[in-house]
């Protein structure tokens, strides 16, 4: 059982240092394109583009496409986490509800061999009622 406990820990921390190195990579992709939006700019300038509507419909062309991949990056990191904590605790409820199936079957047994024992005017009320009687 310590075992299991140390490789989620494991896991866990090797989760969390992945999750840091995706959002520090994307924020620096997201500088990136800011950057390269501005040197844009300034070629722009350079080339005789000189009116404020040419410069901005070019860069609002770039600046839409580079925010739409960075929106993509980021849309898929979130999912792609959230999908493996999905999992994880889908995984524990199915556990629990395993765990709880064979306790109620356990109950179920228990209160059969209760009733075999009792009076047959009890037994007939219980059947009566919907229980099942193992014989």
């Known amino acids: 059982m310590s075992?299991?406990?140390?490789?989620?820990?494991?896991?866990?921390?090797?989760?969390?240092k992945t999750e840091q190195l995706r959002i520090t990579?994307?924020?620096?992709?997201?500088i990136i394109g800011l950057v390269l939006a501005g040197i844009l700019?300034?070629?722009?300038?350079?080339?005789?583009?000189?009116?404020?509507?040419?410069?901005a419909t070019v860069v609002g062309l770039?600046?839409?496409?580079i925010g739409t991949l960075v929106g993509l990056f980021f849309g898929y990191q979130i999912g792609a986490s959230d999908k493996g904590k999905a999992e994880t605790r889908a995984s524990a409820a199915e556990a629990r509800a395993e765990t709880v199936?064979?306790?109620?079957?356990?109950?179920?047994?228990?209160?059969?061999?209760?009733l075999l024992a009792t009076d047959p005017a009890t037994a007939a009320k219980a059947k009566a009622h919907g229980f099942k009687l193992n014989r």
Do not use: P
């Not at 700019?41 to 410069?55: K, Q, S, Y």
């Open 62 to 65: 770039f600046t839409s496409v």
């Open 25 to 30: 990579k994307a924020f620096q992709l997201s």
């Open 3 to 16: 075992d299991q406990s140390t490789e989620t820990a494991s896991d866990t921390s090797k989760d969390e």
């Open 101 to 114: 199936q064979k306790n109620l079957d356990s109950v179920q047994a228990n209160l059969s061999s209760l």
């Open 41 to 55: 700019v300034l070629v722009l300038l350079a080339f005789g583009l000189r009116t404020a509507t040419d410069i």
